[in-house]
T-cell receptor
Framework: QKEVEQDPGPLSVPEGAIVSLNCTYS??????FMWYRQYSRKGPELLMY????GNKEDGRFTAQVDKSSKYISLFIRDSQPSDSATYLC???????????????FGKGTKLSVKP | KAGVTQTPRYLIKTRGQQVTLSCSPI?????VSWYQQTPGQGLQFLFE???????NKGNFPGRFSGRQFSNSRSEMNVSTLELGDSALYLC?????????????FGPGTRLTVL
């Protein structure tokens, strides 16, 4: 079983729709959960992160973690064509040897928002 | 503040050669991590350097190595290149504290091995 599973899509929605992007993970020790957005031929851009369970909101974006079911979600409200990108969930791995913990990425979901 | 910079942006090499990639982190950041991105495997962690010391390593063969300098700049080296090493190589910088929640990525170096 992979540590992080994410539906690759592609996911196509009309402009203004609410988008739900999801990941599952297997390691109950994960505490930090990141969401990155990656445009074509660019590096990943940090969108937001959550610590442990609960919700976090930032503008049109809401990140949600349910540690009991090992489920991570990112919601995008009022989606825009400029949101078209690949979205990557990334729990932070254990901090072995005093490290900060590496990011463990899902494969990413490709989102297309049509005008 | 300037972001993470990586050089070169594109590289074409042939099998058996070696390559060195460079990463300059955000000013004040002491941790640099390297990741490989391929269509098949996605983003995979290579290694992390903090204060010139490797403190975490992913599951890659010994052909992949790195180092960090006193100014936090980092280099990654791949020896004896294989076709499967063709990928986007990304570095990420952070302040290096436990939790790692703020890793910022550069634009990547796209390596093509012929």
């Amino acid at each position: 079983q992979k540590e992080v599973e994410q539906d690759p899509g592609p996911l196509s929605v009309p402009e203004g729709a609410i988008v739900s992007l999801n990941c599952t993970y297997s390691n109950s020790a994960f505490q930090y959960f990141m969401w990155y957005r990656q445009y074509s031929r660019k590096g990943p851009e940090l969108l937001m992160y959550t610590y442990s369970s609960g919700n976090k909101e930032d503008g049109r974006f809401t990140a949600q973690v349910d540690k009991s079911s090992k489920y991570i979600s990112l919601f995008i409200r009022d989606s825009q064509p400029s949101d078209s990108a690949t979205y990557l969930c990334a729990p932070v791995g254990p901090n072995y040897g005093g490290s900060q913990g590496n990011l463990i990425f899902g494969k990413g979901t490709k989102l297309s928002v049509k005008p | 503040k300037a972001g993470v910079t990586q050089t070169p942006r594109y590289l074409i090499k042939t099998r058996g050669q070696q390559v060195t990639l460079s990463c300059s982190p955000i000013s004040g950041h002491r941790s640099v991590s390297w990741y490989q991105q391929t269509p098949g495997q996605g983003l995979q962690f290579l290694f992390e350097y903090f204060s010139e010391t490797q403190r975490n390593k992913g599951n890659f063969p010994g052909r992949f190595s790195g180092r960090q300098f006193s100014n936090s700049r980092s280099e990654m080296n791949v020896s004896t290149l294989e076709l499967g090493d063709s990928a986007l190589y990304l570095c990420a910088s952070s302040v290096g504290l436990a939790g790692g929640q703020t890793q910022y990525f550069g634009p990547g170096t796209r390596l093509t091995v012929l």
